[in-house]
């Protein structure tokens, strides 16, 4: 019941997401805009696809590093809820060209959060902290 797995994946895209969205708002692009000019809509004129990457990291960082009286909360503690979140995010991200790298942490995060899940790994009460062994008898 150790977080390991839980530790190694909060680390890569939480900043990477924010600052793409925010070099989004200098350059728009989307990624895929060599198959197809229909998604430039996406980015410009009005920046939607930015403000929608920013929201997620800004979401994400928030979930992942919180402040004290949001820790331990049910939804601080719930692996299954980033399991559903993250690939919307990752979505989001794999849109926006500035933002494919965070979209391939994203997508390796979620295989770690589904094997850390399928482990029986739990979200640590307190951010960034190892469980508390119980005593042995």
Sequence with gaps: MHCLRLQLTRFAPLP???????????WPKIFWDFLT?????????F???QIINLVFGILIIAWE???KYLAN?????SIEARI????LAAL????LYQATNPALYYSIGIGVYIW???EGEVVCPEPWKLPRRVGRA
Excluded: C, M
């Design 16 to 26: 990477d997401q924010i600052a793409a969205a925010l070099e989004g708002f200098f």
């Design 37 to 45: 000019k229909n998604l430039d809509g996406a980015v410009k004129p």
């Design 47 to 49: 920046p939607a696809l």
């Design 65 to 67: 590093w919180p402040l």
């Design 73 to 77: 909360t049910g939804f601080h503690r």
């Design 84 to 87: 559903v979140i993250y690939p």
């Design 92 to 95: 989001s991200a794999a849109l």
């Design 116 to 118: 850390a899940y399928s």
